[in-house]
């Protein structure tokens, strides 16, 4: 089941005693976990009523033991273990050594009082195991948004603000900002704050207030490029060397966006979708659909090429056959022209 499913059981009544929760959307997880606290455990009693452990220390068998014993004065007793690596493929790291049989025997006979929460961050789990099967209705994925869906949890997280986005804003903050639900909150959170209930953030106020890391910044630059900006293209890429950015280091960078781009174009010719696309290439399916816009403008010779011009421009800056600034603007140049 996906977590909204889960979440509208919760809210329902209908709880399970345990549920295993993965996958690399951390963000989307400890929304989960605060829901399923708001309805299970009273305000007043949630300091004693909620166990947290990390199963890289805590053997299971504790965790086990205090899922069995009964809450202090509150009703329900929530226990959350991270960490739960024994679900997936890879091996423990941890020094404590864990029987997993031992959940089995717990869920044959689980407590009436108290929920059981097992987390790990990994996105897939082992499915040829035996305590995974037994978990596989209770199995919740926390996997990355496709571009629409994250598209819509912007928007819906700006009317939890009391504010809108004009349109395109909204592209423009994931674009600036990229697809981390982290960092997104809370430059959706400062974005409020500035606009104020009821107001309109527009792309200007976006582009003023948002903040870019370097990876993104040469994201928007290249974005720039293809679509002839070159104006704007240009004083990100100035912007960059006043903060004292080593332009090899930016060579390498559109480097490597100019790979994801040929990759993306040569899987999208075999039908894979975005989502397909992200996973096998391990990247965000909001960057795969920017990449995908990005390649329409170049046939896949230009964009070998492209990759190979940045390869020889590397090997010139760093061998001092070209001064490294003239020759990323002779780059830019040439990519725009």
Known sequence: MDYK???????????SPVYLCYGSEQYLLREFLGFLTNKLIEPEY???????????????????????????MAQKKLVIADNAVFFTGAKESGKVQHQPEKLLEFM??????????????AEKLDERKKIVKALKDVAIPF???????????????AERKS?????????????????????????????????????????TIVDKLVTRSTEQNVFILIDDIVRLRLNRAFQILYDLLKQREEPVKLVLLIARQFRIVLQVKELAKLGLSHQ???SQLGLHPYAVKVAAEQGQKFAPEQLEQIVQQLADLDYKM????????LGLEMFLLRLAA
């Open 143 to 157: 996997v990355p948004m496709n571009a629409e869906s994250l598209l819509q949890w912007v928007i819906r997280q």
């Open 276 to 278: 397909q696309i992200a």
């Open 46 to 72: 949630r300091d004693f009523a909620v166990s947290k452990y990390d199963l890289a220390e805590t053997s299971l068998e504790t965790v086990l033991e205090d899922a069995r014993t009964p809450p202090f």
């Open 163 to 203: 504010f809108s986005f004009a349109d395109g804003a909204a592209d423009q903050l994931i674009l600036y900002a990229g697809a981390g639900l982290q960092t997104l909150a809370a430059e959706i959170e400062k974005l409020s704050l500035y606009v104020g209930p009821e107001g309109i953030a527009d792309g």
């Open 5 to 15: 499913a889960a979440a509208r059981e919760i809210g329902k009544g209908n709880l």
């Open 108 to 121: 044959k006979e689980p407590s009436d009082f108290a929920v059981l929460v097992l987390t790990v961050a």
């Open 318 to 325: 760093k061998s001092g056959k070209v001064d490294k600034v």
